[in-house]
């Protein structure tokens, strides 16, 4: 399957939505009018595109038409969806090169999805020939260790582990440590879920960052911040706060096959400008993909 029909598959639930009230809205007539506009504008913002995001498309479309008098079906269509485009701007890549050590180092809220990204990390790279280890910074509970233990079983990927209370950056370190000995080219490292504005566990990031940099500062490092596209503009605001105190490089937003609300990845490009990398399309090892803007656009639009 090409990366459209995955996205189209995964994204049925926000597609349908989006598509059809598209659909729904244009059906009476071949062209838009006023009440109309303003009925797509409602749409995109119950996708959860955003209201800022809402608003810039429906400016595009009514400048676009006011200028060359054209309001069909089609046009309309065209211009939403370069306007959805171009505020997703470039698709962003995760560049790793095999032969040295990289890391990632994975933070979020609760129940993001990180540790089940873990896993599916561990698959993708596992199958691009990476030699790759899990680090087990999340000691907060035991079954987190455990659960992190099943995705290095299902995808034969040694686990750095330490007893549950222990400290994360301890665990960093030691999984540094044996990443360099093993001369693997990737470790990632599960976190603790955790809301940005608990100061203590914000602190813990600092301190894992700074062994990371210390006993691995040949490393390429990427911090990448998972949000649940399920909790909507939620996770805008976790990706701008999280963004401002964690040096997140890059999102990774997952359960996008989850509700109607996939429309988000819209609203999170649009206020953070940080790169949007990976999106999750389920439960399943495989279930995640390159966030491919164009892709992405055309499984949430009908078909012109
Ligand atoms: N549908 C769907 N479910 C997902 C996806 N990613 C994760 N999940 C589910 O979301 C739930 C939480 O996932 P975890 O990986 O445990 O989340 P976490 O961020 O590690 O949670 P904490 O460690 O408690 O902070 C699990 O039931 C996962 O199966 C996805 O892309 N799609
Ligand atoms: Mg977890």
């Known amino acids: 399957m090409g990366l ?77 969806s370069e306007g959805m485009l171009e505020i997703l701007g470039e698709p ?25 990204t873990a896993g599916k990390l561990c698959s993708r790279y596992g199958q691009q020939g990476f030699k790759t280890i899990m680090g087990a910074a999340d000691t907060f509970r035991a079954a987190a260790i455990d659960q992190l233990k099943i995705w290095g079983d299902r995808t034969n990927t040694p686990i750095i582990s330490h007893d549950e209370g222990s400290d994360p950056a301890a665990v960093v370190f030691d999984a540094i440590k044996a990443a360099q000995a093993r001369k693997a080219d990737l470790l990632i ?15 813990e990031l600092g301190k894992i960052r700074r062994i990371i940099e210390r006993e691995a500062p040949e490393a390429k490092v990427e911090s990448l911040l998972v949000i649940d596209a399920t909790t909507g503009q939620n996770a805008v605001v976790q990706a701008q706060v999280f963004s401002e105190v964690a040096q997140v490089s890059g999102l990774i937003i997952t359960k996008m096959d989850g509700n109607a609300k996939g429309g988000v990845a819209i609203a999170v490009s649009q206020e953070t400008h940080t790169p949007l990398f990976l999106a999750g399309l389920g439960e399943g090892v495989e279930d995640l993909i390159d966030f491919d803007p164009e892709s992405f656009v055309r499984s949430l639009l009908p078909e012109e």
């Open 92 to 116: 962003g890549r995760l560049d790793f090169q095999k032969g040295k050590l990289n890391i990632i180092l994975l933070v979020g809220v609760n129940g993001t999805g990180k540790t089940t």
């Open 4 to 80: 459209f029909d995955v996205f189209k598959k995964g994204l049925q639930k926000t597609r349908d939505f989006v598509s059809d009230g598209f659909n729904r809205i244009a059906a009476n007539m071949g062209v838009f009018d006023e009440d109309m506009l303003d009925e797509l504008e409602m749409l995109l913002v119950q996708a959860d595109i955003g209201a800022k995001s809402a608003v810039l498309l429906m400016d595009r479309i009514r400048g676009h038409i006011k200028k060359t008098g054209d309001a069909s079906r089609s046009t309309v269509l065209r211009v939403l």
């Open 189 to 203: 490292l599960d976190t603790a879920g955790r809301l940005h504005n608990k100061q203590n566990l914000m602190a």
